[in-house]
């Protein structure tokens, strides 16, 4: 009954590396980042009587969540921004860097175009006294974590559909969704 069980550093090794492995793997995955707009400020509206037009110069506030253990470093890149399926802004992105496992707000300037929302002046008008007005965003960015000596690079798709009040510019309710592919070269 009490078979004689040899003891071996070598097992004991093997055993305490592949725990060790395992651990890293899990915890050194990749994982999305994460954003949410705080505020939409409108810093400038600028009537263009001449083109029946007008262009509004607004400051998005975003939080933006790094939950990798490793910083990430940027390009610039623009976000379009669309109101029921049409173009109507972009704000950009500048180029930038972030710490590993932190938050960063980010102040983005953007300019819409109201020769865009004329094409949906109805709906815009019923958004209007309903003080609803849905938004979505898209964006692609690309950048590098440094790992060690290697720079990983990696590409973020954001889309976001946010409801703001079109009044008073606040935002409502928002939905975030990022993707993250490594890109291997």
Not at 98 to 119: D, E, I, N, R, T
Request: aromatic share 6%.
């Amino acid at each position: 009954m009490g078979k004689n069980v040899k003891w071996s550093w070598t097992s004991a090794l093997i055993g305490a590396a592949s725990a060790t492995a395992t651990t890293a793997i899990i915890t050194c995955k990749p994982r999305d980042p994460k954003f949410h707009v705080i505020s939409i400020t409108l810093t400038s509206f600028k009537p263009n009587l001449a083109a029946l037009d007008a262009e509004a110069e607004l400051m998005l506030t975003v939080h933006v969540t790094n939950p990798n253990i490793v910083p990430i470093h940027y390009q610039s890149t623009e976000m379009s921004i669309f109101y029921a399926g049409s173009l109507i802004g972009s704000a950009c992105v500048s180029a930038g860097s972030q710490p590993a496992c932190s938050c960063q707000v980010l102040h983005l300037p953007a300019k819409l175009s109201g020769l865009g929302l004329a094409h949906h002046a109805a709906q815009f008008l019923a958004d209007l006294r309903r003080r609803e007005m849905a938004l979505d965003a898209t964006v692609d960015i690309e950048g590098a974590a440094k790992v060690l000596w290697w720079d990983h690079k990696f590409k973020v798709h954001v889309d976001s559909h946010i409801v703001v009040d079109p009044v008073f510019l606040d935002v409502v309710d928002q939905e975030n969704k990022s993707e993250m592919d490594i890109l291997i070269a």
